[in-house]
């Protein structure tokens, strides 16, 4: 439409209109809107992976632009890097709260380590399978470090976890916690070869558990 176009404004007064109050957008604290990124990211990564994890749809998650992302955390690998460290402290903090409960030790780990707890852990959209998604990415020039840094915090964390356990005399005191840490990573890193190799993994996983857990007690029951 042309300004010719356009009607010409009427001679007669219009109705007065009344001014209300004017809504003004409030704006998010800084600090609430890079956790809401962080917990779309988590969702989004734990679902498809990095690879095919988009920060278009992470900003839709929340309402935001692709920039508010990028200017919260700077690029796509420093949000995975958040992402896993988010969720690795998430899962720590859960075998924490758990020991920090009164629970023995063995019975913290053999809640976790149970095959249908894993078969929930590992599913698309939990943190197992972000895990997972993580440990093919340590070749990565830009994710290698993160990924590495994440095995690592779990790791500690199982340890130290194995360490209360010695203390109570729970866990077998002959035991390097920081090595069994380690072998406990390893067998959780494995299940996904596993369920594509091994015919019959239910029966497998159960014994797989089984011989961890008795390993680490200190009678061997």
Not at 49 to 69: F, H, L, M, N
Not at 209 to 220: I, K, V
Request: no cysteine.
């Amino acid at each position: 439409m042309t300004e010719s176009d356009a009607p010409a404004p009427s001679a007669e007064p219009g109705p007065a209109r009344q001014a209300g109050p004017r809504r003004s957008r409030t704006r998010m604290p800084a600090a609430e809107r890079r956790a809401s990124i962080l917990a779309a990211a988590t969702e989004v990564f734990s679902e498809t992976g990095y690879q095919r994890g988009k920060v278009s749809d992470i900003a839709r998650r929340i309402g935001v632009t692709e920039p508010v992302v990028f200017q919260n955390f700077g690029s796509k690998a420093a949000l995975y890097h958040a992402v896993l460290d988010h969720a690795a402290a998430a899962v720590t903090a859960l075998l924490d709260r758990a020991a920090d409960a009164g629970r023995p030790v063995p019975d913290v780990l053999a809640a976790f380590l149970d095959p249908d707890h894993m078969d929930r852990f590992h599913r698309p959209g939990a943190h197992g399978h972000l895990f997972a998604d993580a440990a093919a990415l340590a070749d990565d020039p830009a994710l290698g470090t993160a990924v590495r840094q994440v095995h690592l915090h779990f790791a500690q964390a199982l340890a130290d976890l194995l360490r209360r356990g010695q203390n109570a005399g729970d866990i077998r005191a002959d035991v390097g916690a920081d090595t069994a840490a380690w072998w406990l990573v390893s067998l959780l890193a494995s299940r996904s070869f596993r369920a594509a190799v091994v015919p019959d993994q239910d029966t497998v996983e159960a014994e797989l558990t089984d011989m961890a857990l008795r390993s680490l007690l200190p009678d061997g029951r």
